[in-house]
C-alpha cells in the first residue's frame, strides 16, 4: 500500500493489503441483502471491459477490497488469500448438514487445495481427492487428503466404494470438467449434494437426470467467495492452516508471459505462481 484516499479509515501506507478483486456496486438488491458475490453490477480486476488488469507496478483499488493483513502474514500469503478466501466460503455450505463424514474434492488445483484445507481446519478427517496430476495429488496428500486418486489411472468410483461403501455425503467439483461432474454423481450417495465450485471452459454442462433423481441429489453452485477475505486472513495468521506450499513459482515482471504459460500449460508440477514487482 503505497498511498490512501483522504476518506480512507482502515488502511495505511505500508500496509500489505490481500486484494478482492470483485468490485460490487453496494446498491443493488443483492448487495442490499448481503449477497455482495451476486452484485448485479459486479466488475472484475483483470477481465477486459470490466477492470482492466493488475499486471503493473501500481493499481488503484476501493478502500473496501482491500484488507490489511497482520504482521505475520507476508506478502505471498496474503496474495494466496483470494483462492483460499474461496475454498473458506465453499466448505461453509457444509455448516448445518448433518452426519457429513466422507467429503470428495475432484481438482486439486489451488481453489480445489483451498478447500482441502479449509475443510480440515473444520475437522473432516475422511477427505478423497481426485486430480489428473499427480504432483498435485501428493501436494494434496501433506495438505491433509485422506484418500487420492487420478482418474486416468484409477477406477475412482471403485476406490470410493473400497474405502467408503455407502459413498461419498459432498462432493466439491473444483475442476469445471464435465467428467468430473458426471464422476461427482457416480461417487455421491443417495441425498448427497454436489457443489459445484470450479468454473466450466464450456457454456453448458449436462447431467444424467435419472442417477440425480434417482439419487436425489441436491446441486448447488458457489459462486467465488462472500464475507470469506477476513476469516481467511485470521486462519492464516493464526497458522491454522498452512498454505504456503501452493506457490511453487516466482517470476519477475519481466517474465510474466512465462509465468502464464507456465500455469496454462501445467508445467514443472507448477502449482501457483507468483509475479513479484
Ligand atoms: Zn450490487
Redesign the pocket.
Known amino acids: 500500500m503505497e498511498a490512501i484516499g483522504k476518506d480512507v479509515k482502515r488502511l495505511k501506507p505500508g500496509d500489505i493489503v490481500a486484494v478482492d478483486p470483485a468490485l460490487?456496486?453496494?446498491?443493488?438488491?443483492?448487495?442490499?441483502n448481503g449477497r455482495?458475490h451476486t452484485?448485479?453490477?459486479?466488475k472484475f480486476l483483470g477481465c477486459p471491459g470490466q477492470i482492466e488488469g493488475c499486471l503493473s507496478e501500481y493499481i488503484v483499488m476501493p478502500e473496501h477490497n482491500c484488507s490489511p493483513v497482520p504482521k505475520n502474514v507476508n506478502a505471498e500469503q496474503a496474495a494466496l488469500i483470494e483462492p483460499l478466501s474461496i475454498g473458506y466460503y465453499a466448505s461453509q455450505f457444509l455448516n448445518g448438514k448433518k452426519n457429513i463424514e466422507t467429503i470428495g474434492i475432484l481438482g486439486a488445483g489451488p481453489i480445489g487445495l483451498s478447500v482441502l484445507l479449509s475443510i480440515r481446519t473444520m475437522g473432516h478427517n475422511k477427505i478423497f481427492v481426485t486430480d489428473k496430476l499427480d504432483y498435485r495429488l501428493l501436494a494434496a496428500q501433506k495438505a491433509g487428503a485422506t484418500w487420492t486418486a487420478n482418474p486416468e489411472k484409477h477406477n475412482v468410483p471403485a476406490i470410493v466404494k473400497d474405502k467408503s461403501s455407502r459413498l461419498l455425503d459432498v462432493v466439491f467439483e473444483c475442476c469445471g470438467k464435465q467428467e468430473a461432474l458426471d464422476q461427482a454423481i457416480d461417487i455421491l450417495k443417495p441425498g448427497g449434494t454436489l457443489l459445484i465450485v470450479g468454473i466450466p471452459g464450456v457454456d453448458r454442462v449436462t447431467f444424467d437426470i435419472s442417477k440425480i433423481r434417482r439419487k436425489e441429489i441436491a446441486i448447488q453452485n458457489v459462486r467465488r467467495q462472500n464475507n470469506s477475505v477476513q476469516p481467511a486472513i485470521d486462519l492464516t495468521g493464526s497458522g491454522k492452516w498452512l498454505p504456503d506450499f501452493m506457490i511453487t513459482h516466482r517470476f519477475t515482471a519481466e517474465k510474466t508471459q512465462e509465468a502464464f504459460e507456465t500455469v496454462a500449460n501445467y508445467e514443472d508440477n507448477v502449482i501457483k505462481a507468483v509475479i513479484k514487482f
Open positions: 460490487s456496486c453496494g446498491r443493488c438488491d443483492q448487495c442490499k455482495e452484485c448485479l453490477n459486479q
